[in-house]
Structures are given as structure tokens and as C-alpha cells.
């Protein structure tokens, strides 16, 4: 039946529903579940609400789906699987979390960040049309960073499958489940096509079901979907933004954390020192042009009786201007010096803090040796 604006009207009656909720902007669940293979048990605490433990459903893999070092209860969880979850939430914490990122975020508009939208995304079939090689990577704090002919992209877990999951991890670590919101709220803009999809499922970036096959391109779809419409309020900030220029982050934790590098893509200081003084090298050159330029003009304009008083300002810049690249250079080469003894501080002060950690025991004692600096 019609409305008289000539809308359809709905039937008195009837009643609808809706699979996540796009007024508030909060992710509330899945719409297509693809995995089942994982359960949450409420464990009772005296004093306290139930709490929440993720289970293992199926016997003969008691472990997070796609993860076998992670092991899981199976059955009925019993307080004694407590530890078993604070190995869980370590692992999810280390996997999806990007304090680091989220607090150089804030600086990056001042050296012109890309546009602070998280639709700043391009489907992965057209990063080759911007040169780029999709290099897979599971450590949360390089995905959807570009550098130059590469761009990091972390797959999407086959735990994010189950709804179990979802249901665990809001109550479980609130900041895990707004990181997990926003990761998957970038998959949608970054496959909107089922070009998109089977490239994706080439580079591994898609988790099989637990058939062992790829969902197809509608089931993924259909799973995605509740992600679309997930405000900024509910994901932590590093999911605010879309694609994000490594160049740049380098730049930014140099100049506001004392970082040498957000990330070192040349972890050797001769490919690092190189990389830098490429820029330098080439505003000397242009320094060498100005200055044979000044002395070829000083040369041309000079007569008998010396420079007429019309060049008195040229001559007194062109006096003036070799003093300051003569400083110049001395800062950059003082500066250079400076900074190669503080990386070899820092190498030394490293490898002394490794060797004490391990002398008492700790068993992550050089874990971020390896050209990450966080």
C-alpha cells in the first residue's frame, strides 16, 4: 500500500529489524558468522559479574583459529583457564593495538598529513595503478602505511570470524575490540570489488572457513557489511585515518618523540645515512648554482671603477650568502657527527640493557631489535 507522498507504507503489524545499529554508529555483531569454531562461558566471580572466557569448540583444535601457539580451554571453562585468558588477551593486545601510532597521530598536521578521513582508503586493485607491491605484514602498527612502491597490509585473523569472539572481547579489553572494529572497518573500503577479493585471497589477506575454503565474494560481503557504517567515536584512533605515508611518520617521531625513525625500512646505518643525505646532497648543488651564479654576475657587472652603487645590495648579499652556507654546512656536518654517536649510543646502551634483562631472567629481553623503533 502506498503513502500519499507515494512512498510505500509497511503493513500495520509487521515488525523490522535491524542487523547492527547505524544510529549510534557502534558496531553490535555480526551479520554472517563464518566460523563457529569458538564459544564464550561465563565463569562466575564472587562479588563481580560472570566474567566471559573464550572456549575452544572443537576438541581436536583447542586453540585461536589461525593461531595454534594461542591454546584455549575446551569444554566447560573452569576457573583455572583464567590464565589461559590473560595469555589471550597478550597476544590480541600485541596483535591489534597501536599506542605508539595513536599518540603521533596528533602531530602529524603539522607537517601536512594526508586528509584525517578513514575513507582515505584505495581498493586493493588500484594500488598497482600507483606502482604499489602489497607486502603483507602482521604487526598492527604497519598496516595501511605506504612507503614510496610498497604498502603494508596486515590479514584479517580467522577468529574475527565468530561472533564468540565479538562477544568476548567487548567486555573482555575495550580497547582491543574498538582497535578489532576499526582494522575491519578499513577492509571494507579496501575491498570493494570482487577483483579486490580474489586478489586478496591470492596474498592470504582473507582467512579460510573452516572447511578449508575461501567464503565466497556475497558471504564476505555479507560479512563486512556491519562494519560500514561504524562511526569514529567507537574505533581508536589510528582508524581515523585511512592510508598513512611512512615518510612522513618517520619525520614526525624524529621531530616530536626523539625517535630516530617511526619504522626503519633501511635498518643498516650506511642504507639509513644514505637515504638521508640524499636530500641534503642535492640542496648543496643547488647551493653551488647560486653561488658560481653570484660570482659569474659580480664579475660581469664589475667595471674600472668597481661595482656601480645600483648592485650595493647584490654585493652585499653576495658577501653575506657564502658566510651562511659556510655555517651551513658546518651545522649539517656537526649535526651528522652528533647523530651517528647517539646511534651508536643507543646501539650500545641496547645491546648492555639485552644482555642485563637476560641475566635476570626476562624472556622478552630484545624482542624490538629489529628495526622497529616504538
Known amino acids: 500500500m502506498a503513502s500519499p507522498n507515494g512512498a510505500a507504507s509497511i503493513p500495520a503489524g509487521t515488525t523490522t529489524t535491524l542487523t547492527h545499529n547505524t544510529a549510534s554508529g557502534a558496531f553490535t555483531g555480526l551479520r554472517n558468522e563464518l566460523s563457529g569454531l569458538l564459544q564464550v562461558h561465563p565463569v562466575p566471580i564472587a562479588g563481580q559479574p560472570p566474567r566471559k572466557l573464550l572456549v575452544a569448540g572443537d576438541l581436536n583444535k583447542p586453540y585461536l583459529p589461525g593461531q595454534p601457539r594461542i591454546r584455549l580451554p575446551t569444554g566447560a571453562a573452569a576457573a583455572a583457564a583464567i590464565q589461559t585468558q590473560e595469555d589471550l588477551l597478550a597476544y590480541l593486545r600485541k596483535s591489534h ?4 601510532l595513536d599518540g603521533i597521530l596528533p602531530f602529524m598536521k603539522y607537517i601536512f598529513v594526508q586528509t584525517p578521513s578513514h575513507r582515505h582508503i584505495m581498493p586493493l586493485h588500484h594500488q598497482k595503478a600507483h606502482g604499489r607491491e602489497v607486502v603483507v605484514n602482521e604487526h598492527p602498527g604497519l598496516h595501511l602505511l605506504w ?16 561472533r564468540a569472539f565479538w562477544d568476548f572481547v567487548e567486555q573482555a579489553d575495550a ?5 578489532a572494529v576499526g582494522f575491519l572497518r ?5 575491498i570493494q570489488y570482487e577483483i579486490d577479493y580474489t586478489e586478496a585471497c591470492d596474498k592470504k589477506l582473507i ?3 573452516p572447511d578449508g575454503q575461501h567464503p565466497s565474494y556475497e558471504e564476505f560481503c555479507d560479512f563486512i557489511a556491519p562494519f560500514k557504517d561504524v562511526s569514529d567515536a567507537h574505533v581508536c584512533r589510528r582508524f581515523h ?14 621531530l616530536f618523540r626523539g625517535n630516530l625513525a617511526y619504522f626503519h625500512i633501511y635498518p643498516q646505518w650506511g642504507s639509513y645515512l644514505s637515504h638521508i643525505l640524499a636530500p641534503i646532497i642535492t640542496i648543496f648543488v643547488v647551493i653551488s648554482v647560486v653561488l658560481n651564479s653570484m660570482q659569474v654576475t659580480l664579475q660581469a657587472v664589475a667595471g674600472p671603477d668597481g661595482v656601480d652603487h645600483r648592485w650595493d645590495a647584490f654585493v652585499t648579499v653576495a658577501s653575506y650568502f657564502p658566510v651562511a ?10 649535526t651528522a ?3 651517528i654517536l647517539i646511534m651508536g649510543a643507543k646501539d650500545l646502551v641496547w645491546a648492555k640493557t639485552v644482555r642485563h634483562r637476560k641475566k635476570r631472567g626476562d624472556p622478552n629481553a630484545g624482542e624490538k631489535s629489529h628495526g622497529t623503533i616504538w
Not at 585515518?241 to 624524529?254: F, I
Open 97 to 100: 593495538l597501536t599506542a605508539e
Open 147 to 162: 612507503y614510496y612502491e610498497r604498502i603494508f597490509i596486515k590479514p584479517i585473523p580467522a577468529y574475527f570470524y565468530t
Open 175 to 179: 580497547q582491543v575490540h574498538r582497535a
Open 186 to 190: 578499513g577492509y571494507y573500503y579496501l
Open 207 to 209: 582467512p579460510k572457513k
Open 241 to 254: 585515518y585511512g592510508e598513512l605515508r611512512l615518510s612522513r611518520l618517520n619525520k614526525t617521531a624524529m
Open 325 to 334: 652556507v659556510v655555517c651551513l654546512i658546518a651545522a649539517v656536518i656537526s
Open 337 to 339: 657527527i652528533f647523530g
